[in-house]
Nanobody
Framework: QVQLVESGGGLVQAGGSLRLSCAASGRTFRYMGWFRQAPGKERVFVAGISWSGGNAYYADSAKGRFTISRDNARNTVYLQMNSLKPEDTAVYYC?????????????????WGQGTQVTVSS
């Protein structure tokens, strides 16, 4: 019933931009977030946003460069990524949770997308 589908990843040069999209189906969620995972590393929080879109949170690595937004009419969350760096290279995952409030650990989320690859070249 529930499905999250990411899109928008690709290969860009350092300093470039990408906009990721996550389309949800089946239901809406109180809180949604973006995580990323590089090969051999843990999955880490990037950004999260509440139902209203009024509360957004960012990892230190993302703050000032990334912007998360939400369009509830389309049941879609976005991640605008600017000034990309090679260390941003990872698979980016959309995640959703039923509970209120910001959560930074992957185990707090109930549903996950399949991931979209972002590669930033030097």
């Amino acid at each position: 019933q529930v499905q999250l589908v990411e899109s928008g990843g690709g290969l860009v040069q350092a300093g470039g931009s990408l906009r990721l999209s996550c389309a949800a189906s089946g239901r809406t969620f109180r809180y949604m977030g973006w995580f990323r995972q590089a090969p051999g590393k843990e999955r880490v929080f990037v950004a999260g946003i509440s139902w209203s879109g009024g509360n957004a949170y960012y990892a230190d690595s993302a703050k000032g460069r990334f912007t998360i937004s939400r369009d509830n009419a389309r049941n879609t969350v976005y991640l605008q990524m600017n000034s990309l760096k090679p260390e941003d290279t990872a698979v980016y995952y959309c995640a959703a949770r039923n509970d209120r409030g910001t959560a930074y650990h992957p185990n707090a989320y109930d549903y996950w997308g399949q991931g979209t690859q972002v590669t930033v070249s030097s």
